[in-house]
C-alpha cells in the first residue's frame, strides 16, 4: 500500500538531479495565485480577516504535519526523531496556529512579525535552493512544495496587512519583535537537540539523528553553508554565526519590503499627479 504512493523514478527528478524542473514551476505558478487573489484582500488591512487567513494556513499545514508524521511512521515502524516538527520551517505552522487565537497585544505582534520576516525568510531560501523538497512519495514531495510557498505567502500577507516596513522608525521595534520570537524558537531547538539529542542517543540507542534547527553539537548541519563551516569553527562561534545570518536574513527582508513600498509609493504619487 505505501509503495502505491511512490513516484516512478523516471517521473520526477530527484535530489542530486535537476531540482527545478516542471512540477518546480508549477508549485512557484501555484503560489503566484495564491498571492494575486490574497495580497489584494490584505491591503485592505482588516484584523479579523488577516487572523482568518492565518489561522486556515496553519490549519492545513498542521494537517499536513500530522499526515507526514503519521505516515514516515507507519513506513518506518517507529517514530521518525529525525523528522520531529522542529525545524526553522516547520516553527511558522505553530505560529500561524497560535497566534491568530491570541489577543491584540505585543506577543501576537511579535509572533506576526516573526511570521513575516524571519519565516519568509525561511521560505524563500528554501525556494531558492529546494535540495530537500523531492522525497519517494507524492504526497510528501506535495506537502514539502505546499509548506515553503505557504510560509512565502502568509509573510508576504502579513507584511501588507500590518502595514509593516513603512519607515525607517519602525525598522528596529518590527524586527527586534521578530527576533525575540526567534530567540525563543532557537533557544528550544537547542534545549531538545541537547537534553532529547542525548538520551536518543544513550537511552534509546537510535540511529536517526536528532538535529532540530540543524544546531546540534553532536551531528554536523546539512544546511547550504552552514554545512560546510561548522566541522571548522567551535560550537558557540558556529552557533552565533548561524543566528547571525538569519537575523541578518531578516533585516533584509524587512528592508526589501520598505524599498518596495517606497517604489510603489513613488509610483503612485506620479499617477496622481499625471492625473
Known sequence: MITAWKWDPSFLPKNGGQMYGWFFFMWIGIMVIEGVLLLPVAAKRNRKTTDRVV????????????????????????????????????????????????????????????????????????LIIPEGFYW???????????????????????IIANGYAKSIKSFLPEWLGSAVVYAVTVGVALILDTVWGLALRNVIKTELTFNMFYISPFYNSTLPVFRDVQPYIPYPVFLLFYVTAFCAGAAAVWFCAFGIRKIFGKLKRKKRAAG
Open 55 to 126: 489561522l486556515i494556513y496553519g490549519l492545513i499545514m498542521l494537517a499536513a504535519e500530522i499526515y507526514k508524521q503519521i505516515f514516515f511512521t507507519i513506513e518506518k515502524g517507529e517514530y521518525p526523531w529525525n523528522l520531529f516538527p522542529w525545524q526553522f520551517c516547520s516553527v511558522p505552522m505553530f505560529a500561524a496556529v497560535i497566534a491568530p487565537l491570541l489577543k491584540n497585544g505585543r506577543v501576537k505582534d511579535a509572533i506576526y512579525r516573526f511570521l513575516s520576516f524571519f519565516g519568509l525568510i525561511a521560505g524563500i531560501m528554501t
Open 136 to 158: 519517494d512519495y507524492v504526497t510528501i514531495t506535495c506537502h514539502s512544495f505546499f509548506w515553503h510557498t505557504s510560509i512565502v505567502i502568509i509573510g508576504l500577507y502579513l
